[in-house]
């Protein structure tokens, strides 16, 4: 879960999101599709109507047209986030 950055501090609030690079696509082991990103860290692309509409995932076609496209990044959100680093 993303966490505003100085939450309590007397600080604004300002939501982190790191937006990566889709490198290529690999399956889980259920078989749903994860989107590897040029950090080397993957995220989920589920095609899951009414919660997530992304027909483009189940082509290789779809999925090659998003090569190259930016997609937040949750666990590099985690990592800058002060609220949830295990520093």
């Known amino acids: 879960m993303r966490t505003p950055t100085g ?3 007397g600080r ?3 939501f982190i999101q790191m937006q990566r690079i889709i490198t ?3 399956k889980d082991d259920e078989q749903h599709w994860r989107a590897i ?3 080397g ?3 989920h692309v589920r095609h899951d109507p009414p919660l997530a509409s992304r027909e483009w995932v189940l082509t290789k ?4 047209s998003r090569l190259g496209f930016a997609l937040n990044c949750k666990r590099c ?3 800058l986030d ?3 680093s295990t520093e």
């Open 61 to 64: 076609a779809g999925r090659d």
């Open 41 to 43: 860290h993957r995220q």
């Open 77 to 79: 959100d985690e990592t």
């Open 37 to 39: 990103l040029d950090c």
């Open 7 to 9: 939450r309590g501090s």
């Open 12 to 14: 604004a609030l300002i």
């Open 82 to 84: 002060p609220d949830t």
């Open 24 to 26: 290529g696509y690999e």
